[in-house]
T-cell receptor, first 111, second 117 residues
Framework: GEDVEQSLFLSVREGDSSVINCTYTDSSSTYLYWYKQEPGAGLQLLTYIFSNMDMKQDQRLTVLLNKKDKHLSLRIADTQTGDSAIYFCAALSSNTGKLIFGQGTTLQVKP | DGGITQSPKYLFRKEGQNVTLSCEQNLNHDAMYWYRQDPGQGLRLIYYSQIVNDFQKGDIAEGYSVSREKKESFPLTVTSAQKNPTAFYLC????????????????FGPGTRLTVL
């Protein structure tokens, strides 16, 4: 079945770059998303990439997609304490129209 | 100010009671969704609706019910049949549901935390 996997935890120092990785299984995935969730809040859409793109940059965020390996990454440059949150990767299936979520990566930013 | 609102933010329920969670959007989106989030897990789809007066079961629909009488509103009822209802519930909406365009991008509300006493 469709599955999305992420590592559960990442800790970085303020000012460093953070890289959060994600793998997915559904080769029919058309769009891949990154959402951010702060404690007690809903999911905030950060960015997304279409499956025929390799890279997308948006200010401090860079998304890299390796479609052959079904691997997605989110790089946050100059990580700040305000970036501390849970980051969810999600893949949109063209077969079902459903969004499949990973279990989330908790990013801890140390001052 | 467009967006998705959910109420209440916190909800407490006694065992055996039904409770209804509200979700409203003013984005003019056709599709709406309900997800359940448990600690350390991703989101699981409960129900979704692609158009008014129509809805489909998601992956974990047992013990839940929904209605879609208006485009803006998609309330979720957690029934007494739901064995483990304590969770964080998230509502989302999107313009489309084709599975192949950016109009399928889902936007989320702030969530409702339900606790069974």
């Amino acid at each position: 079945g469709e599955d999305v996997e992420q590592s559960l935890f990442l800790s970085v120092r303020e000012g460093d770059s953070s890289v959060i990785n994600c793998t997915y299984t559904d080769s029919s995935s058309t769009y891949l998303y990154w959402y951010k969730q702060e404690p007690g809040a809903g999911l905030q859409l950060l960015t997304y990439i279409f499956s025929n793109m390799d890279m997308k940059q948006d200010q401090r965020l860079t998304v890299l997609l390796n479609k052959k390996d079904k691997h997605l990454s989110l790089r946050i440059a100059d990580t700040q304490t305000g970036d501390s949150a849970i980051y969810f990767c999600a893949a949109l299936s063209s077969n079902t129209g459903k969004l499949i979520f990973g279990q989330g990566t908790t990013l801890q930013v140390k001052p | 100010d467009g967006g998705i609102t959910q109420s209440p933010k916190y909800l407490f329920r006694k065992e055996g009671q039904n409770v209804t969670l509200s979700c409203e959007q003013n984005l003019n989106h056709d599709a709406m969704y309900w997800y359940r989030q448990d600690p350390g897990q991703g989101l699981r789809l409960i129900y979704y609706s692609q158009i008014v007066n129509d809805f489909q079961k998601g992956d974990i629909a047992e013990g839940y019910s929904v209605s879609r009488e208006k485009k803006e509103s998609f309330p979720l009822t957690v029934t007494s049949a739901q064995k483990n209802p304590t969770a964080f519930y998230l509502c989302a909406s999107s313009r489309g549901t084709s599975g192949s365009t950016s109009t399928d991008t889902q936007y989320f509300g702030p969530g409702t935390r339900l606790t069974v006493l």
